[in-house]
């Protein structure tokens, strides 16, 4: 079965640097991967889609790049602020029939100040 | 917007227990999901229903049934509560297209005493 992976550890960075997180999967050959970004207690929130025949993707200070070679999305928050801090997650279309997405486990990102 | 809500923020029950969680959507959407969010274990997909009185089992279907006898709610029914389904419930809605962004609720925080 397809596996999802994100570093499982926080990032911490500093204020106004751009931060970069890493979402790796196996086993499988997804049409599109998508980004969610969670804050404590809340539920997911989507944040940005990129297709298989996508290179990368942006939406104000996010950009989001998609290796079908490397089986890797990279998402980068460029000047990063303390209100970016969350964890963020990245999902796959299933891997069977239907309209299920399969979420990675999630990193946590912490801006300091 | 698309909101999705859930009945309750947070619950308290005692082993044995009957539990309902209720989820409303009010944007059509045919497909509905629940899934629970434990540290560690991201979000795993319980069940999935893709129109009223329909089901499919997730990843995680023993010990849970869901209902969905009208299209914008969806609930979640654990039959005789045990200390390991305390865990985070999130429900969350799409509509079927070639993208199934999912929308979710704010999330249920129940804990089996």
């Known amino acids: 079965s397809q596996k999802i992976e994100q570093n499982s550890e926080a990032l911490n960075i500093q204020e106004g640097k751009t931060a970069t997180l890493t979402c790796n999967y196996t086993?499988?050959?997804?049409?599109?991967l998508q980004w969610y970004r969670q804050d404590p207690g809340r539920g997911p929130v989507f944040l940005l889609l990129?297709?298989?025949?996508?290179k990368e993707k942006r939406k104000e200070r996010l950009k989001v790049t998609f290796d079908t070679t490397l089986k890797q999305s990279l998402f980068h928050i460029t000047a990063s602020q303390p209100a970016d801090s969350a964890t963020y997650l990245c999902a796959l279309d299933g891997d069977n029939a239907g309209n299920m997405l399969t979420f990675g486990g999630g990193t946590r990102l912490m801006v300091k100040p | 917007d698309v909101k999705v809500t859930q009945s309750s923020r947070y619950l308290v029950k005692r082993t044995g227990e009957k539990v309902f969680l209720e989820c409303v959507q009010d944007m059509d959407h045919e497909n509905m999901f629940w899934y629970r969010q434990d540290p560690g274990l991201g979000l795993r997909l319980i069940y999935f229903?893709?129109?009223?009185?329909?089901?499919e089992k997730g990843d995680i279907p023993e010990g849970y049934s869901v209902s969905r006898e009208k299209k914008e709610r969806f609930s979640l029914i654990l039959e005789s509560a045990s200390t390991n389904q305390t865990s985070m419930y999130l429900c969350?809605?799409?509509?079927?297209?070639?993208?199934?962004?999912?929308?979710f609720g704010p999330g249920t925080r129940l804990t089996v005493l």
């Open positions: 229903s893709y129109d009223v009185k329909m089901k």
């Open positions: 969350a809605s799409s509509t079927p297209s070639s993208t199934d962004t999912q929308y």
């Open positions: 086993n499988y050959s997804p049409a599109y």
């Open positions: 990129i297709r298989e025949n996508e």
